[in-house]
């Protein structure tokens, strides 16, 4: 276990903060140190066919040690943190035996990790939390799940007597910004299916995510003298805030969970001249999804009719961009690649729990590049924020997973 605490400090303690303004690929040059790091590590394991591109994107094989044929699988993680809280100067606390109260995570500033809001920490009383000093996020998001991939590929080179197809093993950068699966070369990559390792508490197992699109609305206003304005000035807020009201109302994030779809205005900026508004739009279905996106469209298309005479031109402009999709039409077809993932879990003693993810992951995107890619528990939880924490016990049980997953794939009855 110690190993595993000293592997995972020695990633968190590297800041690797993505930038979404960045038009490069890593988007932060500081992304390097932990990826070069990374590839020094995985060839001084013994990995094979260790190879980090222009774009930081590092793979590595575990070659075979059976003789009969078996599928290729990989393993995915993301080493980049997100921008929404600082991932700089991480100096990590080991809380070991947690009794089930309040961490202090920060005296001087009187920041506490409690049970009392967060009530998952119950789940891991007795074991050993890595929690944050209360400055920074812990970036367990997703470096635990670099951790474990790396632990799981140690441990099956010093035990050969585990017998395991060809593994593959994917490192990205900018998963946080949406960009982890752009740059991704999946022909190279070369796999048969794939898991990211990506998700919060034990067990959880997700193949299943949001259809997602964005959209920008344009209102084109008048501006005239207020004191002259009469059958004259078009105000475009007013127009934006007639769009916004013929939103369903309960159809928003705040009143919606499970398989419930929403639309969620992220952006208002306007003048009387011009308005934009700016909106996502989410469902797990793909019927819906396209309901959704189809109101947009009518909705704007009503409005610019009921405006046609006074402004002679379309005053409300649309833009629809579909962002990924639900993964669950790549994955339903090859199934057995859940199940795996879901008797190796049992065979641990781990429940699995299977729910759909109300947002994306990179397995969402390479899963529509043609790499099939659930999405497993990597054990953290309270994602990028200060009150992140792992419980060292669920990156052990996560790095099992793996070699289990590896060693299930190659039996000859699955
Ligand atoms: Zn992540």
Same mark, same amino acid.
């Given at each position: 276990?110690?190993?595993?605490?000293?592997?995972?400090?020695?990633?968190?303690?590297?800041?690797?903060?993505?930038?979404?303004?960045?038009?490069?690929?890593?988007?932060?040059?500081?992304?390097?140190?932990?990826?070069?790091?990374?590839?020094?590590?995985?060839?001084?394991?013994?990995?094979?066919?260790?190879?980090?591109?222009?774009?930081?994107?590092?793979?590595?094989?575990?070659?075979?040690?059976?003789?009969?044929?078996?599928?290729?699988?990989?393993?995915?993680?993301?080493?980049?943190?997100?921008?929404?809280?600082?991932?700089?100067?991480?100096?990590?606390?080991?809380?070991?035996?947690?009794?089930?109260?309040?961490?202090?995570?920060?005296?001087?500033?009187?920041?506490?990790?409690?049970?009392?809001?967060?009530?998952?920490?119950?789940?891991?009383?007795?074991?050993?939390?890595?929690?944050?000093?209360?400055?920074?996020?812990?970036?367990?998001?997703?470096?635990?799940?670099?951790?474990?991939?790396?632990?799981?590929?140690?441990?099956?080179?010093?035990?050969?007597?585990?017998?395991?197809?060809?593994?593959?093993?994917?490192?990205?950068?900018?998963?946080?910004?949406?960009?982890?699966?752009?740059?991704?070369?999946?022909?190279?990559?070369?796999?048969?299916?794939?898991?990211?390792?990506?998700?919060?508490?034990?067990?959880?197992?997700?193949?299943?995510?949001?259809?997602?699109?964005?959209?920008?609305?344009?209102?084109?206003?008048?501006?005239?003298?207020?004191?002259?304005?009469?059958?004259?000035?078009?105000?475009?807020?007013?127009?934006?805030?007639?769009?916004?009201?013929?939103?369903?109302?309960?159809?928003?994030?705040?009143?919606?969970?499970?398989?419930?779809?929403?639309?969620?205005?992220?952006?208002?900026?306007?003048?009387?001249?011009?308005?934009?508004?700016?909106?996502?739009?989410?469902?797990?279905?793909?019927?819906?999804?396209?309901?959704?996106?189809?109101?947009?469209?009518?909705?704007?298309?009503?409005?610019?009719?009921?405006?046609?005479?006074?402004?002679?031109?379309?005053?409300?402009?649309?833009?629809? @961009?579909?962002? *990924?999709?639900?993964?669950?039409?790549? !994955? &339903?077809?090859?199934?057995? =690649? +859940?199940? /795996? #993932? $879901?008797?190796?879990?049992?065979?641990?003693?781990?429940?699995?729990?299977?729910?759909?993810?109300?947002?994306?992951?990179?397995?969402?995107?390479?899963?529509?590049?043609?790499?099939?890619?659930?999405?497993?528990?990597?054990?953290?939880?309270?994602?990028?924020? @200060?009150?992140? *924490?792992?419980?060292?016990?669920?990156? !052990? &049980?996560?790095?099992?997973? =793996? +070699?289990? /997953? #590896? $060693?299930?794939?190659?039996?000859?009855?699955?």
């Amino acid at each position: 276990m110690q190993h595993i605490i000293d592997r995972f400090i020695s990633y968190v303690t590297i800041d690797t903060e993505s930038d979404p303004n960045s038009p490069t690929t890593p988007s932060t040059a500081k992304q390097w140190d932990l990826a070069n790091k990374l590839v020094e590590e995985l060839k001084a394991m013994g990995m094979q066919d260790v190879t980090i591109d222009e774009h930081a994107y590092i793979m590595a094989t575990l070659p075979s040690n059976v003789e009969h044929e078996v599928p290729t699988i990989g393993f995915v993680s993301h080493f980049d943190t997100t921008p929404d809280f600082t991932g700089a100067n991480v100096k990590p606390q080991i809380v070991e035996n947690y009794d089930g109260g309040d961490i202090i995570l920060n005296k001087e500033q009187n920041i506490v990790l409690s049970p009392n809001y967060f009530e998952d920490l119950l789940l891991y009383k007795g074991q050993t939390l890595i929690t944050t000093d209360g400055t920074t996020l812990l970036g367990a998001d997703d470096k635990a799940g670099i951790t474990e991939i790396m632990s799981a590929m140690e441990y099956l080179i010093q035990h050969p007597e585990i017998k395991h197809g060809k593994i593959r093993v994917g490192f990205t950068p900018d998963e946080e910004i949406g960009r982890g699966a752009h740059k991704f070369d999946v022909e190279k990559f070369g796999c048969d299916w794939a898991y990211t390792m990506d998700g919060s508490q034990i067990g959880e197992l997700e193949y299943e995510n949001f259809n997602a699109a964005g959209v920008k609305v344009t209102f084109k206003g008048k501006s005239v003298h207020p004191g002259y304005a009469k059958g004259k000035m078009i105000n475009s807020m007013l127009l934006a805030n007639q769009f916004i009201s013929k939103l369903p109302k309960k159809e928003v994030p705040q009143k919606t969970k499970d398989y419930e779809g929403f639309f969620h205005v992220t952006d208002i900026a306007g003048s009387i001249e011009e308005t934009t508004v700016s909106l996502i739009i989410r469902d797990h279905s793909m019927k819906k999804f396209t309901k959704r996106k189809e109101f947009i469209h009518k909705l704007t298309k009503k409005m610019n009719k009921k405006w046609a005479k006074q402004f002679g031109e379309d005053i409300v402009i649309t833009e629809i @961009k579909d962002q *990924y999709f639900n993964m669950k039409e790549k !994955v &339903k077809p090859v199934f057995h =690649i +859940v199940e /795996i #993932a $879901e008797k190796a879990m049992k065979e641990l003693g781990i429940t699995p729990i299977i729910k759909p993810i109300r947002g994306g992951t990179d397995g969402s995107q390479l899963s529509y590049m043609g790499l099939p890619c659930p999405n497993i528990f990597a054990g953290g939880h309270n994602f990028h924020g @200060k009150y992140e *924490y792992v419980p060292v016990e669920s990156m !052990v &049980k996560a790095t099992e997973v =793996i +070699v289990k /997953i #590896a $060693e299930l794939t190659a039996k000859k009855d699955q």
